[in-house]
Antibody, heavy 119, light 103 residues
Framework: QVQLQESGPGLVKPSETLSLTCSVS????????WTWIRQSPGEELEWIGY???????NYNPSLKSRVAILVDTSKNQFSLRLNSVTTADTAVYYC?????????????WGKGTTVTVSS | DIQLTQSPSFLSASVGDRVSITCRASQGVSNYLAWYQQKPGKAPNLLIY???TLQSGVPSRFSGSGSGTDFTLTIIGLQPEDFATYYC?????FGGGTKVEIK
């Protein structure tokens, strides 16, 4: 059964770069799109972007200038880089799997990792 | 981008009740609409996709309907474990959520 696990620092200083990795186990990595979604405290879900095993990406326009999502197919991992962070980037960050060929939905999620932006 | 508006934002109900949550899209999305349940401190969990298809393992008391711009998530016979926040989703957009609490 597929599992996703986020990892990375829980504390990032303002103006620095947030870096997270999502490790995917037990799945056909190349069949799906893979996405990052975040949720600020008490707020709704915000899509950050997605990546395909080929490296194709798509980003939320509101974050596009600061975000990069990379893939390492040899490790079944994909990662998130968000630069120039501010306190507004404090959130729980989730990675998830996208089923895209018949409809479009996220059927498996990681547990989430909390990232706090603070000096 | 398509906007998804959920109503109500907050719903108070009792165990055994039938509850309905609405999601309205700013333009037609055919049946490309999914529903998720999120409990405090947990990741969202897929309930329904393609507007009305129940995800494997999800209890049959959950159902979805709708097409185009108007969609409904219905829970018949609310259980204690159903008190949570529910979100609709179309492509990269999520609704604002509906919190279902115990009356």
């Amino acid at each position: 059964q597929v599992q996703l696990q986020e990892s990375g620092p829980g504390l990032v200083k303002p103006s620095e770069t947030l870096s997270l990795t999502c490790s995917v186990s037990g799945d056909s990595f190349s069949r799906y799109y893979w996405t990052w979604i975040r949720q600020s405290p008490g707020e709704e879900l915000e899509w950050i972007g997605y990546i395909y095993h080929s490296g194709t990406t798509n980003y939320n326009p509101s974050l596009k200038s600061r975000v990069a999502i990379l893939v390492d197919t040899s490790k079944n991992q994909f990662s998130l880089r968000l630069n120039s962070v501010t306190t507004a980037d404090t959130a729980v960050y989730y990675c998830a799997r996208i089923v895209w060929w018949d409809h479009y939905y996220m059927d498996v999620w990681g547990k989430g990792t909390t990232v706090t932006v603070s000096s | 981008d398509i906007q998804l508006t959920q109503s109500p934002s907050f719903l108070s109900a009792s165990v055994g009740d039938r509850v309905s949550i609405t999601c309205r899209a700013s333009q037609g999305v055919s049946n490309y609409l999914a529903w998720y349940q999120q409990k405090p401190g947990k990741a969202p969990n897929l309930l329904i996709y393609a507007a009305s298809t129940l995800q494997s393992g999800v209890p049959s008391r959950f159902s979805g309907s709708g097409s185009g711009t108007d969609f409904t998530l219905t829970i018949i016979g609310l259980q204690p474990e159903d008190f949570a926040t529910y979100y609709c989703q179309h492509l990269h957009s999520f609704g604002g959520g509906t919190k279902v609490e115990i009356k």
